[in-house]
């Protein structure tokens, strides 16, 4: 099983980014699907996840300005990341959770976000 992020960059504060993961499994045999970043010398947070009914969540930190969707007919996942602050600056990850109250099991290679003036 493999996940595939794209879509990092280098932005100025208050821009905007779009990540994308794409999966080599299809999205229906998901729990649900997250994005999580690591900032340097801070532990990994979760940012956001979708559930397989759709239902999402997104951590305070980022909300109202990030955005967790999916493609289920591409087997993708998306993280529209909107207003970025410098506090934003991390690697993402994209996550799959196979099983309900199981680990985020599939993980990514990570994709670097900066943002800075």
């Known amino acids: 099983v493999q996940l595939v992020e794209s879509g990092g960059g280098s932005v100025q504060p208050g821009g905007s980014l779009r990540l994308s993961c794409s999966l080599s499994r299809s999205i229906y045999t998901w729990y649900s699907m997250a994005w999580h970043r690591q900032a340097p010398g801070k532990q990994r947070e979760l940012v956001a996840r979708?559930?397989?009914?759709?239902?999402?969540e997104t951590a305070d930190s980022v909300k109202g300005r990030f955005t967790i969707s999916r493609d289920t007919a591409e087997d993708m996942v998306f993280l529209q990341m909107n207003s970025l602050h410098s506090e934003d600056t991390a690697v993402y990850y994209c996550?799959?959770?196979?099983?309900?109250?199981?680990?985020?099991?599939?993980w990514g290679q990570g994709t670097q976000v900066t943002v800075s003036s």
């Open positions: 979708i559930i397989h009914n759709g239902i999402t």
């Open positions: 996550a799959g959770q196979s099983d309900d109250g199981g680990p985020y099991d599939y």
